[in-house]
T-cell receptor, first 110, second 113 residues
């Protein structure tokens, strides 16, 4: 089946630093999504991308749909303590179910 | 607008028992998907239901089953529980036409002893 490689697996950063994480796929997707999961909760959608090359921002978050349609990245600028959590990428091809990366666990040191 | 509601939030079962989890979607969402989340495997797709019909199925044994009712509420059942079934079971819903974005519930955390 389709595999998503998400990296890094975990990050420890200082408050105020920028963060970058990415996902790569062995196959082409037509949708990339980024979710964040807080402890004890389900994932919450951060950004949705639908077109190759698309760059979309949501506040301090910016995500891009790679030109090859096999990758995506998420940047967080000027991190704050509430950015702590697990970030997941998810991709979809056609009407197949969303495939999720294994997540990037972000820790912010004040 | 109420979100996706999953019940129960926490439950403990023993090996060999069976369990039923429930999911009430956002009003107007006709597609319900179920995912299993474990630390080692991440989020793994179980199945998707739309208009009471299973539309997609993941690579799980037949002990895992689901159904959807006419009001779009969905249940999943796991029979003959094994220790490895301990996980967070997430339900996610969407309108079902066009939009790919899933809205997740808070999950049902199952512990099998």
């Amino acid at each position: 089946g389709q595999q998503l490689n998400q990296s890094p697996q975990s990050m420890f950063i200082q408050e105020g630093e920028d963060v970058s994480m990415n996902c790569t796929s062995s196959s082409i997707f037509n949708t990339w999504l980024w979710y964040k999961q807080d402890p004890g909760e389900g994932p919450v959608l951060l950004i949705a991308l639908y077109k190759a090359g698309e760059l979309t921002s949501n506040g301090r978050l910016t995500a891009q749909f790679g030109i090859t349609r096999k990758d995506s990245f998420l940047n967080i600028s000027a991190s704050i303590p509430s950015d702590v959590g697990i970030y997941f990428c998810a991709g979809q091809a056609g009407n197949t179910p969303l495939v999720f990366g294994k997540g990037t666990r972000l820790s912010v040191i004040a | 607008k109420a979100g996706v509601t999953q019940t129960p939030r926490y439950l403990i079962k023993t090996r060999g028992q069976q369990v039923t989890l429930s999911c009430s979607p956002i009003s107007g969402h006709r597609s319900v998907s179920w995912y299993q989340q474990t630390p080692g495997q991440g989020l793994q797709f179980l199945f998707e239901y739309f208009s009471e019909t299973q539309r997609n199925k993941g690579n799980f044994p037949g002990r895992f089953s689901g159904r959807q009712f006419s009001n779009s509420r969905s249940e999943m059942n796991v029979s003959t529980l094994e220790l490895g079934d301990s996980a967070l079971y997430l339900c996610a819903t969407r309108t079902g036409s066009g939009a790919n974005v899933l809205t997740f519930g808070a999950g049902s955390r199952l512990t099998v002893l």
